[in-house]
């Protein structure tokens, strides 16, 4: 059984452009979670996503967005890159109560 | 004051030790706390799972909860090298698929 899944692994971007983070939650999984982790901190809740929609947010700005997809799968978006953006991005997927992640996409802004 | 506080360290510690790792937090609501091991550039991973106060164990792990003190610490006993990682505390308040709140995450080293 495949495990969250997360790509790109690895991004680069300069400030003012927009990327795109993608995640797979595992098989049966139907809430997707996001959070930002800086370096030396513990992850910070983004937003979270259910049948497609989004549930819940956290105190982020309207420069994150995301969307989630039928197959469950979701996407996370931000535009107008700040340096502070540069930061682990991980993707969680639940069931039953539990959140399982993936690895993260490292985000990196110049 | 951040909701969730929790020491940073690093801490380094001998093999065989028992390892003690802490976190406070200032929201009574919480009822749902969990521990996560993370390794460099990985994922957090899921250690323990508790409601509300009280003691849990798995192998060498033991998670306790006192929301009276509103503290929560994990064990862990005959700590080897591949424990060393940096353990996140995590806690929510309701039951669901609800946010997790961390703390910043505890740097450990067990040296052989």
């Known amino acids: 059984d495949a495990g969250v899944t997360q790509s790109p692994t690895h991004l680069i971007k300069t400030r003012g452009q927009q990327v795109t983070l993608r995640c797979s939650p595992k098989?049966?999984?139907?809430?997707v979670s996001w959070y930002q982790q800086a370096l030396g901190q513990g992850p910070q809740f983004i937003f979270q996503y259910y049948e497609e929609e989004e549930r819940q947010r956290g105190n982020f700005p309207d420069r994150f967005s995301g969307h989630q997809f039928p197959n469950y799968s979701s996407e996370l978006n931000v535009n107008a890159l700040l340096l502070g953006d540069s930061a682990l991005y991980l993707c969680?997927?639940?069931?039953?109560?539990?959140?399982?992640f993936g690895p993260g996409t490292r985000l990196t802004v110049l | 004051q951040k909701e969730v506080e929790q020491d940073p360290g690093p801490l380094s510690v001998p093999e065989g030790a028992i390892v003690s790792l802490n976190c406070t937090y200032s929201?009574?609501?919480?009822?749902?706390f969990m521990w996560y091991r993370q390794y460099s550039r990985k994922g957090p991973e899921l250690l323990m799972y508790?409601?509300?106060?009280g003691n849990k164990e798995d192998g060498r792990f033991t998670a306790q909860v006192d929301k009276s003190s509103k503290y929560i610490s994990l064990f862990i006993r005959d700590s080897q090298p591949s424990d060393s990682a940096t353990y996140l505390c995590?806690?929510?308040?309701?039951?669901?698929?609800?946010?997790?709140?961390f703390g910043q995450g505890t740097r450990l080293t067990i040296n052989p």
């Open positions: 969680a997927s639940t069931l039953l109560d539990t959140q399982y």
């Open positions: 508790t409601y509300s106060s």
């Open positions: 098989s049966g999984h139907d809430t």
């Open positions: 929201n009574s609501a919480f009822q749902y």
């Open positions: 995590a806690m929510r308040r309701d039951q669901g698929a609800q946010k997790l709140v």
